[in-house]
C-alpha cells in the first residue's frame, strides 16, 4: 500500500465549477498534511497546510482533514483555467520530518 | 514568505561530465533540505536528505558516489551530478526547511532545474 494515495486523473471540471480532490494516508498518526501546487515544468508551490480536524478555508480554496477515515481533500470554488496543474497531497508521518507526497492528481478546468 | 533559489535554472552538458547545482535559501536559514528528482509525468522522487553539517542521508537505489550532497551552511546546499550520462536527464528540485521557523514544517521549493546531457 502506498503511502499516501491519490487518483492521477485528469480530473476535469467547467469553469466556475467546484473541483475536488482526494487523498488518503496510510500512517494513522500523521499529523501535518498539504496540498501543493504544480504547473507543468515548474517546481511545486504550496497552496494549503492543515493539521486539525474539519476545514481550512483559504479564499477559493478549502482543506478538509479526517484523521478517522485518514483522508483528506482539497476544494476549489469557482474554478478558474489557470487551475489547471497538478496537484500533490504532502503528510509528514508520526515523528518524521521528512515529507510524503502522493504521485499528484491532473486538473483540467474548461474554459 | 520563505524563498528558494536554485542555479542554474538549466543546463547542457556532454556525458561523462560532471554538474553542480546550487539550492539557496534566501530569507531564512534553512537546518533540511532535500533534493528531488522529477521525470517527465512522474511524480517527485526524493533523492536525498541533507542537514547543514551533516552527510546526507540518500533514499534507496539513489547512488551516493553519483550524486554527491554538500550542505556547507544554513543557506545552501549543493548537488553534483558526476560522470552524467543521458539518463540522469531529468528536472531536479531542490526544498528546505527549517522546523524552528514554522511548526508545521512545510517545505519551500526552488523553481528547479533541468539537466540535459547529451
Known amino acids: 500500500q502506498k503511502e499516501v494515495e491519490q487518483n492521477s486523473g485528469p480530473l476535469s471540471v467547467p469553469e466556475g465549477a467546484i473541483a475536488s480532490l482526494n487523498c488518503t494516508y496510510s500512517?494513522?498518526?500523521?499529523?501535518?498534511f498539504f496540498w501543493y501546487r504544480q504547473y507543468s515544468g515548474k517546481s511545486p508551490e504550496l497552496i494549503m497546510f492543515?493539521?486539525?480536524?474539519g476545514d481550512k478555508e483559504d479564499g477559493r480554496f478549502t482543506a478538509q482533514l479526517n484523521k478517522a477515515s485518514q483522508y483528506v481533500s482539497l476544494l476549489i470554488r469557482d474554478s478558474q483555467p489557470s487551475d489547471s496543474a497538478t496537484y500533490l497531497c504532502a503528510v509528514i508521518p508520526t515523528g518524521g520530518f521528512k515529507t510524503i507526497f502522493g504521485a499528484g492528481t491532473r486538473l483540467f478546468v474548461k474554459a | 514568505g520563505a524563498v528558494v533559489s536554485q542555479h542554474p535554472s538549466w543546463v547542457i552538458c556532454k556525458s561523462g561530465t560532471s554538474v553542480k547545482i546550487e539550492c539557496r535559501s534566501l530569507?531564512?536559514?534553512?537546518?533540511?533540505m532535500f533534493w528531488y528528482r522529477q521525470f517527465p509525468k512522474q511524480s517527485l522522487m526524493l533523492m536525498a536528505t541533507s542537514n547543514e553539517g551533516s552527510k546526507a542521508t540518500y533514499e534507496q537505489g539513489v547512488e551516493k558516489d553519483k550524486f554527491l550532497i554538500n550542505h556547507a551552511s544554513l543557506t545552501l546546499s549543493t548537488l553534483t551530478v558526476t560522470s552524467a550520462h543521458p539518463e540522469d536527464s531529468s528536472f531536479y528540485i531542490c526544498?528546505?526547511?527549517?522546523?524552528?521557523?514554522?511548526?508545521?514544517?512545510?517545505?519551500?521549493f526552488g523553481p528547479g532545474t533541468r539537466l540535459t546531457v547529451l
Open positions: 526544498s528546505a526547511s527549517s522546523p524552528g521557523r514554522n511548526r508545521n514544517n512545510e517545505q519551500f
Open positions: 492543515i493539521y486539525s480536524n
Open positions: 500512517d494513522r498518526g500523521s499529523q501535518s
Open positions: 530569507d531564512f536559514q534553512a537546518t533540511t
